[in-house]
C-alpha cells in the first residue's frame, strides 16, 4: 500500500512568488491535512480536508489556501511569499468515520526554501 | 482545547542505556495520545498510540508509554537506546469527538544517542 506522496520535495522561490504544493493521500483515505514546521514555531497546522470540504482551518493568514479534489488529492497554495513562510510543509492523510482514532499518515514533505 | 509539552528539547544519552522522554497535556475532555518519530529529512512516523484501555503502550522499535490520566502524562520509554534511535520525538494529543481529525502537536524533543 503506497503512502502519502507529496511533491515536489525541495523548492526555492523569491518573495513575492507564490508556491502550489501537491499531497497524494494514501489509498483510500478521505482526510487530508497540513502542517507547517519550523525551527522557530514546530508543526502548526494549517487546514484540514474531508470530501472536498475544508472542515478545520488553522491561524495563517489568507495567502495560505488549500483545496481538495474528488479523488482526494489534495494541494495547498501560498501567495506573496515572504521569508517567514521557509518551513517544512508536511501532508498527512486519515481515514474518517468509526472508528475514528485521527491517526495521521505523513508523507516526507516539501521543503520550501523562500530567498 | 488541548495543549502538549514536552519539557525537555534535547535528551543525551549513551547507547544501550535506558531513556524516558516526558510529555504532558492538558484538556477539558478525554483523549487520544500519539508519539510520532521524525528522522532528519523526513515526515513523521507514528510509533505509538493510546485509545484506550490498557494505560501500557507498547509501540515499534522497542519503544512503550505509559498513559497517567491523574497527572496527565504519556511518558515514552525505551529499556535501551541504539544510536539509530537518534531522532525528534514529538507527542501529540486529540481530543475525542468532534468532526476534525487534528493533532496538537509538543514541541519535540530531540534524542541523541552517543556512543
Known amino acids: 500500500k503506497a503512502g502519502v506522496t507529496q511533491t515536489p520535495r525541495y523548492l526555492i522561490k523569491t518573495r513575492g512568488q507564490q508556491v502550489t504544493l501537491s499531497c497524494s493521500p494514501i489509498?483510500?483515505?478521505?482526510?487530508v491535512s497540513w502542517y507547517q514546521q519550523t525551527p522557530g514555531q514546530g508543526l502548526q497546522f494549517l487546514f484540514e480536508?474531508?470530501?472536498?470540504?475544508?472542515?478545520n482551518k488553522g491561524n495563517f493568514p489568507g495567502r495560505f489556501s488549500g483545496r481538495q479534489f474528488s479523488n482526494s488529492r489534495s494541494e495547498m497554495n501560498v501567495s506573496t511569499l515572504e521569508l517567514g513562510d521557509s518551513a517544512l510543509y508536511l501532508c498527512?492523510?486519515?481515514?474518517?468515520?468509526?472508528?475514528?482514532?485521527?491517526?495521521?499518515?505523513f508523507g516526507e514533505g516539501s521543503r520550501l526554501t523562500v530567498l | 482545547a488541548q495543549s502538549v509539552t514536552q519539557l525537555d528539547s534535547q535528551v543525551p544519552v549513551f547507547e544501550e542505556a535506558p531513556v524516558e522522554l516526558r510529555c504532558n497535556y492538558s484538556s477539558s475532555v478525554s483523549v487520544y495520545l500519539f508519539w510520532y518519530v521524525q528522522y532528519p529529512n523526513q515526515g513523521l512516523q507514528l510509533l505509538l498510540k493510546y485509545l484506550s484501555g490498557s494505560t501500557l503502550v507498547k509501540g515499534i522499535n522497542g519503544f512503550e508509554a505509559e498513559f497517567n490520566k491523574s497527572q496527565t502524562s504519556f511518558h515514552l520509554r525505551k529499556p535501551s537506546v541504539h544510536i539509530s534511535d537518534t531522532a525528534e520525538y514529538f507527542c501529540?494529543?486529540?481530543?475525542?469527538?468532534?468532526?476534525?481529525?487534528?493533532?496538537?502537536f509538543g514541541t519535540g524533543t530531540l534524542l541523541a544517542v552517543q556512543p
Open positions: 480536508y474531508f470530501s472536498e470540504t475544508q472542515r
Open positions: 498527512a492523510s486519515s481515514a474518517w468515520g468509526t472508528p475514528n482514532t485521527g491517526e495521521l499518515f
Open positions: 501529540a494529543v486529540r481530543g475525542y469527538g468532534g468532526a476534525t481529525n487534528k493533532l496538537i
Open positions: 489509498s483510500g483515505h478521505r482526510s
